[in-house]
């Protein structure tokens, strides 16, 4: 168990809605990372927050946007939803920012747009 | 310049032979290169980690061989088991953010 918490595992969905996916953080850890990953997309970097602030964005959609709360947990927001957004996505955590951190990954929620 | 290649997009090794997995990338920002193994139903986990000043790290029967002139990178497993079958991401960083190799999916036959 990594100590990463994500809800729900499997969310079932139809396009046109919206989904908020949550990430409780392991203990003490301040960055959260939300990743994508797809069969013909691999794992995708999202966005980093570190501290309640954006630190890095990556590939991330503007119908996507997130947050971390004062309480470090994270919320993934998914709204307009289409078929290609089914996919796993992963929220992974570590102390601080640096590029040489270990990276903690939760185990994932499972997407399903029909 | 943010890609990293990694092949074999799958791979078979009988119990007790050594998987090899290569990956390569562009970006000599680059500065940290991680190994991830992932299981079914599972997020993947940090195996084994090199930085570009060492041509080798080892740690049990995982080894990383890294040669920064070529930018490129290869985990070793010696004496695969059937517990080791997984997918496998190489990936590196440049400041906080990870970029990961496509997988290879290593079935290790008993």
């Known amino acids: 168990d990594s100590g990463v918490t994500q809800t729900p595992k499997h969310l079932i969905t139809a396009t046109g809605q919206r989904v908020t996916l949550r990430c409780s953080p392991r203990s003490g850890d301040l960055s959260v990372y939300w990743y994508q990953q797809s069969l013909d997309q691999g794992l995708q970097f999202l966005i980093q927050y570190y501290n309640g602030e954006e630190r890095a964005k990556g590939n991330i959609l503007e119908r996507f946007s997130a947050q971390q709360f004062p309480d470090l947990h994270s919320e993934l927001n998914l709204s307009s939803l289409e078929l290609g957004d089914s996919a796993l996505y992963f929220c992974?955590?570590?102390?601080?920012?640096?590029?040489?951190?270990?990276?903690?990954f939760g185990s994932g929620t499972q997407l399903s747009v029909l | 310049q943010q890609q990293v290649k990694q092949s074999p997009q799958s791979l078979i090794v009988q119990k007790g032979g050594i998987s090899i997995i290569n990956c390569a990338y562009e970006n000599t920002a680059f500065d940290y290169f991680p190994w991830y193994q992932q299981f079914p139903g599972k997020g993947p986990a940090l195996l084994i980690a090199?930085?570009?000043?060492?041509s080798e790290k080892k740690e049990g029967r995982f080894t990383i061989s890294f040669n920064k002139s070529a930018k490129q990178f290869s985990l070793h497993i010696m004496d695969s088991q059937p517990g080791d079958s997984a997918t496998y991401f190489c990936?590196?960083?440049?400041?906080?953010?990870?970029?990961f190799g496509e997988g290879t999916q290593l079935t290790v036959n008993p």
């Open positions: 990936a590196a960083s440049s400041g906080s953010r990870l970029t």
């Open positions: 090199i930085r570009p000043d060492v």
């Open positions: 992974a955590s570590t102390k601080n920012t640096g590029s040489n951190e270990k990276l903690f």
